[in-house]
């Protein structure tokens, strides 16, 4: 089946350490994207990364189709960086391709 | 670029009363989706629809039904709410395919 993991659940940082946040996925399913949910609950597109690594500011992730996992780093975290982040990848459902979810990672991040 | 849009924001309703939940995209994507967020549960599937007329159920398709009104709209209704419905509900497109997708700012429902 549609299987997507993320580790760890939960996270606690102080401002300015760096971190790294694990998305596990089955065979069944490609097209990685990384989601950031802010306090006030909306879901903002950090990534679209099949494969390969992307950069945007502090925030980059690398995701390696072959070995079926992506990785969220964030460097130099700031509070502003605390929420919620998901992955999710197309897993087939029938004859389409339906966004599927990991449960997330709680970030929070202290002054 | 409004991207996609999602109507009402927040909603309170009696258990038994019937709505419907409102989502538009401007961005001609064949694809639309209606998920539920619970706590510690992420966004699990409620309903799809993979282009204009067409739609299918998700991973948690009871007490909701759908339609996919035109190309840009895809509604959610409720006919008899439950208090087990009391989610934040969204909204979300792309094209068909393997490609990125894009999301409403949620409806946040309360079944009382």
């Known amino acids: 089946g549609i299987q997507v993991e993320q580790s760890p659940p939960d996270l606690i940082l102080q401002e300015g350490a760096n971190s790294t946040l694990r998305c596990n996925f089955s065979d069944s399913v490609n097209n990685l994207q990384w989601f950031h949910q802010n306090p006030w609950g909306q879901l903002i597109n950090l990534f679209y990364i099949p494969s390969g690594t992307k950069q945007n500011g502090r925030l980059s992730a690398t995701t390696v189709a072959t070995e079926r996992y992506s990785l969220l780093y964030i460097s130099s975290s700031q509070t502003t960086d605390s929420g919620v982040y998901f992955c999710a990848g197309r897993g087939r459902s029938g004859g389409s391709y339906i966004p599927t979810f990991g449960r997330g990672t709680s970030l929070i991040v202290h002054p | 670029n409004a991207g996609v849009t999602q109507t009402p924001k927040f909603q309170v309703l009696k258990t038994g009363q019937s709505m419907t939940l409102q989502c538009a995209q401007d961005?001609?994507?064949?694809?639309m989706y209606w998920y539920r967020q619970d706590p510690g549960m992420g966004l699990r599937l409620i309903y799809y629809?993979?282009?204009?007329?067409?739609?299918d159920k998700g991973e948690v398709p009871n007490g909701y039904n759908v339609s996919r009104l035109n190309k840009r709209e895809f509604s959610l209704r409720l006919e008899s709410a439950a208090p087990s419905q009391t989610s934040v509900y969204f909204c979300?497109?792309?094209?068909?395919?393997?490609?990125?997708?894009?999301f409403g700012q949620g409806t946040r429902l309360t079944v009382v």
């Open positions: 961005m001609n994507h064949n694809s």
């Open positions: 629809s993979a282009s204009e007329g067409t739609t």
């Open positions: 979300a497109s792309s094209e068909q395919g393997s490609t990125e997708a894009f």
